[in-house]
């Protein structure tokens, strides 16, 4: 079981909160899923929860589908099957945990009970407290809202210290760095900056409410799955966005 007597010394938080992209789940194959990414990801987040570090994780469909491709559709059945999309890469999370001999459960706002659990915030936080990795899909189950911005608000329900969004980019920067050479890596920055700057590294929704929450986010760069380990640890590694400091 994982508490909070029995997390490491090495180990800088009690519970966070993993937000993966899809597209890291297909980072470099050919199909929709990575197999040995997604595998060596949880593998990954096997040795965090080994930790007694309690582990929820919020996972995009962007691999699969994103609700602007569907621009000749209604947005909400759009919407709709961008949720369907990150189910399936819970599911494929949980396999490659399942492989690896590690308890899990998928969750999703949308009752699928045939293959997840329906999200219910006292069953996810049960299932933190004994040791076992929590996925979850479908976003919040409305329309109109990013999975950085389910990430942000399950962090709150469940109580998560931070919020690790493992995204494309290695961190915040003062510009975008693939269209402006002079742009700078940010090591800190204030919510403030990431709204007023218009910053596209998270949905300006989902900073907000981390801003009114006052919920931490790390911003770093999934290229190397290890990353997800060192940010654990307190390593120096992509950029944390925090409170103004007074």
Known sequence: MASIDNVSSKARYRRILIKLSGEALASGGRDVLN???VFQICREIKNVS???VQVGIVVGGGNIWRGRQGVKMDRTRADHM????????ALALADSFDQLGVESRVMTAIEMKQFAEPYIRNKAVHHLNNGRIVIFGCGIGNPFFSTDTAAVMRAAEIGADIV?????????????PRKDPTAVKLDTVDYKYIIQHELRVIDSTAASF??????????FGLDNPKNIERAVLGEKIGTLVIAPQN
């Open 35 to 37: 197999h040995d990414i």
């Open 50 to 52: 080994d930790m007694g």
């Open 82 to 89: 961008g949720m369907l999309a990150t189910t399936i890469n």
């Open 164 to 176: 690790m969004l493992a995204k494309n980019v290695d961190g915040v920067y003062t510009a975008d």
């Open 210 to 219: 981390s801003k009114e929450n006052n919920i931490p986010l790390l911003i």
